[in-house]
C-alpha cells in the first residue's frame, strides 16, 4: 500500500510463504532469517554461525578447558542449530564426547543467560562456558559472581554477537564478532542489485564472523590504551550509524 520497491528483512520469524503471499515478487534480501534459498526473488545472508562457534569452543579447548558447558539459545532457529552444530564439531575434533547434561537452554537475554546458568552450575561441574549470544554471557558473569567463581580463574567464557557493552564488562567478553555495520552495507548494496536488475536468481551469502580474544577466556588482558582504543571505535560507530545534525552546545553550534 505504500509503493515498496524491495524489503530487507532482518531476523523476521515469519515464514517464507507467509512473506511472498504478501510481498509477491518484490525483491527481497532477508538476514538471520528461517528461509531457504529457492526463491528467485530473495537473496539470503547469513552470518557464519556455525564457524563462529566452532573456533570459540575450539579457542577455548586449545587454551586447556575440557568441560565447557553450552548456554543455547532459542530453539527452532537457524542460528540457534548452526551454533549448536559448531559447538559439536569443535568437541568432535577434540576427541570429546558430546554431553547433553552441559546443554542448558534459555532465553537470549541477560536474565535468561542468569537462570541458564544458574542451572547449569547447580548440577555440573565445568570450566567453560560458551553462550549463544552476549547478553546471555551478561547473564553468565552474574551468575558466576553469584556463586564466588572467577572468571576466568574457575570458569573461562565466551559470547556471540560483539554488542558494545561486552567490550566493556569486567572482565571484558570474548565473543564472536559479527561486523553489524558491515553487514548492513552488504544486505543494501545486494538489495539495489536485484533492484537494478544484475540479479534475479536465488542467492546465497555468508558473511564471515571473527573472535574477539579479550579478558573472559584467560588467555589474554586488555591493555589500557586497547580499551581506550574500544571506547573511541564506539563513539566513532556511532557518528558513522547516525548521521545528521543534532542538537549543538550552548552556543547554538551544530555536530554531525
Given amino acids: ?15 517464507r510463504n507467509e512473506v511472498l503471499a504478501a ?5 527481497i534480501v532477508a538476514i538471520d532469517s528461517n528461509f531457504d534459498d529457492k526463491s528467485r526473488n530473495i537473496t539470503i545472508i547469513e552470518a557464519d554461525n556455525e564457524r563462529g562457534a566452532q573456533n570459540a569452543v575450539g579457542h577455548l579447548l586449545r587454551a586447556g578447558r575440557r568441560r565447557i558447558g553450552y548456554l543455547a539459545g ?11 552444530s559448531g559447538y559439536r564439531q569443535a568437541l568432535a575434533e577434540a576427541d570429546i564426547a558430546f554431553d547433553t547434561c552441559l546443554v542448558t537452554p534459555g532465553l537470549p537475554s541477560i536474565r535468561g543467560g542468569y537462570k541458564a546458568a544458574l542451572r547449569l552450575l547447580d548440577c555440573q561441574s565445568i570450566d567453560a562456558l560458551f553462550c549463544y549470544n552476549d547478553l546471555m554471557a551478561i547473564g553468565a558473569i552474574v551468575a558466576c559472581s553469584h556463586k564466588d567463581l572467577s572468571i576466568p580463574g574457575d570458569i573461562a567464557l565466551v559470547g556471540f554477537d560483539d554488542i558494545s557493552m561486552s567490550a566493556l564488562m569486567s572482565p571484558s567478553l ?31 551469502i ?15 588482558v586488555l591493555t ?16 558513522v550509524d547516525l548521521p545528521g545534525k543534532y542538537p549543538g552546545n550552548c552556543a547554538g553550534e551544530e555536530t554531525t
Avoid at 1 to 15: E, Q
Avoid at 77 to 82: G, H, L, N, V
Fill in 174 to 204: 570474548t565473543t564472536v564478532r559479527i561486523a553489524q555495520y558491515d553487514l548492513g552495507k552488504l544486505s543494501s548494496a545486494q538489495l539495489l542489485d536485484r533492484l537494478q536488475g544484475r540479479v534475479s536468481e536465488p542467492k546465497k
Fill in 74 to 84: 532459542p530453539e527452532q532457529r537457524k542460528t540457534a542449530e548452526r551454533r549448536m
Fill in 224 to 239: 589500557r590504551k586497547e580499551i581506550d582504543n574500544i571506547l573511541e571505535n564506539m563513539v566513532q560507530s556511532i557518528a
Fill in 23 to 27: 510481498a509477491g515478487s518484490i525483491p
Fill in 1 to 15: 500500500g505504500k509503493s515498496v520497491d524491495g524489503l530487507i528483512l532482518w531476523g523476521c520469524r515469519t515464514g
Fill in 206 to 220: 555468508i558473511f564471515p564472523t571473527e573472535l574477539q580474544i579479550r579478558n573472559s577466556c584467560g588467555t589474554r
